[in-house]
């Protein structure tokens, strides 16, 4: 199913046998990877689910087809508009709306949320109703970076796969916490300009490049918090609500959308194999630099 796509064995078999023996659950989320990635997986389990070929996807039939295509009318895809912060209230309540309606071609309705991480509390607490009594033909394939960014009971009611080969040690519970405590500490260090601790705590990070890319990831929900909270909307979708308050006021808009992006690219350039000491040197003086801009 997964044939071209860069992921795990382990998680392509699981996902291939589940739909084969149609135990899949009515809610899914893919996790790990890169955003091409959890897309493209998405994507591809979607053709699988409305595909009525005893071998799925078969890619031959007028399902497969439509779905190749992208214009499949049961499989329906939610991505964060551009112009935004986040994944609006407003927007899971019209996917509500339309799960309520029967499938046109196939036997299930298909609902993908891409990068499902920016749903606020609001939008998350809008889909639970519906992820805790789902129709019988509804699937739901939510992708993320990781779980964690997903609130616990949408978490429970679904079934989660992990995408990177990368083993649990980094992406067990408390690992996560670990990196996104660290990323709250970098932000507040910041807003006290504190640029000794800020330092101190970059040095913990000097040997170990995977664990700093968590904290990067880590980073990112917060300052889009702050985004969103100095656009006076209360859409959050990180924990670390004090410190996002404290960036919305110390920062611009335009000094936060900076942060957000040069975030992004540093975890590029790890991600690209480029210099870890020197994306380290830049982290430290590019966030000052933006923020005495």
Known sequence: MFENLKISEKCSNELENAVKQGRLSHAVILEGADEETRLAASKELAKAIVCRSSQKPCNNCPDCIKANADCHPDIHLLIKDEKSTVIKVDEIRTLKEQAKLFPNDADSCVF?????????????NALLKIFEEPSSFIKFIL???????????IISR???YRLSNEESALNSDEEIQ???????????????????????LTS???KDKDRFQLVLTAIVPILRDALVLS???DELISNY?????????KFTSDKLINLIEFTQSLSQQILASANYNLVLTRFCSAFY???NS
């Open 112 to 124: 993908i949320i891409s990068e499902a991480q920016f749903m606020g509390i609001q939008a998350q």
């Open 143 to 153: 992708t993320c970076p990781s779980k964690s960014a997903l609130l616990e009971t």
């Open 158 to 160: 679904g079934s989660v």
């Open 178 to 200: 670990f990196s996104n405590d660290s990323a709250n500490k970098f932000l507040v260090c910041l807003c006290e300009s504190n640029e000794f601790e800020f330092l101190k």
């Open 204 to 206: 913990q990070f000097q």
């Open 231 to 233: 656009n006076l909307s």
């Open 241 to 249: 609500k004090d410190t996002a308050k404290m960036l919305s006021l």
């Open 289 to 291: 630099q933006i923020k």
